[in-house]
Structure formats: C-alpha cells, structure tokens
C-alpha cells in the first residue's frame, strides 16, 4: 500500500516562508512523477508544482518564482518551499505520486493534506 504523508502546514504571515515535506512510502524513483496541488473550498484541485522522474520541474504560473520543489531520493521526500507567501496561497495542500504498473495502467496516490494559512 503506497502511502504520501504530508507535513508542515500552518499559519504563516504574508510575506513569510513555509517548507512542506512529503513522507513517501515507496523510492521517489518508482513514481513516473511527485506534484503538490492544492485546493480552496469550492475551486477545484489546482497544480501547484511537479517533479517528473526525468526532466524538468513545472510549475503554475502563480507560484513560478516564489516555490521551489524538491526531491531527497535518500529520505523518499517530496519537498515544497514556499517563500513570499501570498493571501491567495492559503488553501490544503496535498501531495501526489503518479505510477505505471507492471500491466502498462497508471495509478494515482494522494496524501491526507495539509493545511497552508497565509494571514496577518
């Protein structure tokens, strides 16, 4: 049973920095490619950042610049940093892995979510 186990959430004033980690249970290697998205009650789930296991890291054009993702194949961690915190950047953040089983199918994992505040 693959499971992503996100933390670091909180309450940050704008401005401010917030490092999100997610806990893999399988090698980072195995997963075709590690994202974070998030969602605001009522918006759908929204990309926020993807690491794909070969090329180049992707990012929405809201947070390019501000976010950076990471990937520690040692500890199996996707990792989001997030600096110049936005208002707009509160919302559940949760972590993704995609895979290709043996049969040629993909499947999809998802973490529990965590929460990201950004408030004065």
């Known amino acids: 049973q693959v499971q992503l186990v996100e933390s670091g959430g909180g309450l940050v004033q704008p401005g401010g920095s917030l490092r999100l980690s997610c806990a893999v249970s399988?090698?980072?290697?195995?997963?075709?490619?590690l994202a974070w998205y998030r969602q605001v009650p009522g918006n759908p789930r929204e990309l926020v950042g993807s690491?794909?296991?070969?090329?180049?890291?992707k990012y929405s054009d809201s947070v390019q610049g501000r976010f950076t993702i990471s990937r520690d194949v040692a500890k199996n961690t996707v990792d989001l940093q997030m600096i110049s915190l936005k208002a707009e950047d509160t919302g559940i953040y949760y972590c993704n892995g995609e895979r290709t089983m043996p049969s040629g199918s993909k499947e999809e994992y998802w973490g529990q979510g965590t929460q990201v505040t950004v408030s004065s």
């Open positions: 399988e090698s980072v290697f195995s997963f075709n490619e």
């Open positions: 690491f794909p296991r070969w090329g180049s890291r």
